[in-house]
Structures are given as C-alpha cells and as structure tokens.
C-alpha cells in the first residue's frame, strides 16, 4: 500500500512531534509540547507557509515543511524545505522523495521560484532529486551544507 500526502492537521501533530524530536533535537532541550505547538502555529498560519504528513493506513510515518525561515541567523534566505523525517521503519521507500516534491509543487502554487535547505547526512538524497549545494559552513559547532532548488 502506498502513502498519501495530505496537509497536516491537529491529528497529525503529536505523532509527527515525536518523530521531530527523535531526528532533530534529541540532546536538546526542545520538549514535545515545544516542537507540538510550533507545528500548530505552522498549520494554523497564513497559509503560505505549510506542513505535509505521509499516511500509511491512516497513521503519519512522515513530514516535511515549507517555511520561511529556517536556522538563524546563518542566512537571510527565504523560503526553506524544512524537517524531513520519515520513520526509520518506513524509508528507503520513495516517501521522502514523495514529501519533498509535494513541498516543491506547494511551492511553486505559492509562486516561489527557488527553494532552500539545510543538510548535511542527507547531501546524496538532496542532489539526486535535483538540490545543488552551494556552501559549507558551521552551526553551532556542527558542519552544515546550504542548498537550493531552481523550481
């Protein structure tokens, strides 16, 4: 069975934080409330901004996010593919490559020409689907990689 893609609503944002934290802030002191309300300030914004959601069989196993600001202050770029995740038991699947198209084509419907992110583990994944990079640099401490998307 095959996932779908759909806006991320109420539902989702509990599952989907639990996800966040383990990929992104684990060793930090970001809560799940935390990451929870800022996915309910993303979903419930203006509308330009976005949160998608994988469902399998009804329950999410990823999301990724279109924002229009990412890490601060490394660069004053707008607007940004953010937090990909998807669960570890369901990659390799092409779900990943599904969320970030749909970030994409939202994208271009909000009129956006050029997109951006930040990686470093998943540089590979990023190009194969068309990213370039186009800078190193430190974050807080860590090695980071800028890339763009030509839409």
């Given at each position: 069975?095959?996932?779908?893609?759909?806006?991320?609503?109420e539902?989702d944002?509990?599952?989907i934080?639990?996800?966040?934290?383990?990929?992104?802030?684990?060793?930090t002191?970001?809560?799940?409330?935390?990451?929870?309300?800022?996915?309910?300030?993303?979903?419930?914004?203006?509308?330009?901004e976005?949160?998608f959601?994988?469902?399998?069989?009804?329950?999410?196993?990823g999301?990724?996010?279109?924002?229009?600001?990412?890490?601060?202050?490394?660069?004053?770029?707008?607007?940004w593919?953010?937090?990909?995740?998807?669960?570890?038991?369901?990659?390799?699947?092409?779900?990943g490559?599904?969320?970030?198209?749909?970030?994409?084509?939202?994208?271009?419907s909000?009129?956006?020409?050029?997109?951006?992110?930040?990686?470093?583990?998943?540089?590979?994944?990023?190009?194969?689907?068309g990213?370039?990079?186009?800078?190193?640099?430190?974050?807080?401490?860590?090695?980071?990689?800028?890339?763009?998307?030509?839409?």
């Open positions: 069975m095959q996932p779908t893609i759909e806006a991320m609503t539902r944002v509990r599952a934080g639990r996800l966040r934290l383990v990929a992104f802030f684990e060793g002191c970001r809560t799940l409330e935390e990451d929870m309300n800022a996915l309910r300030g993303l979903i419930a914004g203006d509308g330009f976005a949160a959601v994988a469902h399998l069989d009804g329950s999410p196993i999301s990724c996010l279109f924002v229009r600001d990412e890490i601060d202050p490394a660069h004053d770029l707008t607007p593919l953010a937090g990909l995740v998807v669960d570890e038991a369901y990659r390799g699947r092409g779900i490559t599904a969320l970030v198209r749909t970030v994409e084509a939202h994208a271009v909000a009129g956006v020409s050029k997109l951006h992110l930040y990686t470093w583990q998943a540089r590979p994944f990023y190009e194969a689907l990213w370039t990079a186009i800078e190193t640099f430190e974050q807080d401490g860590e090695p980071m990689l800028l890339m763009v998307r030509e839409l």
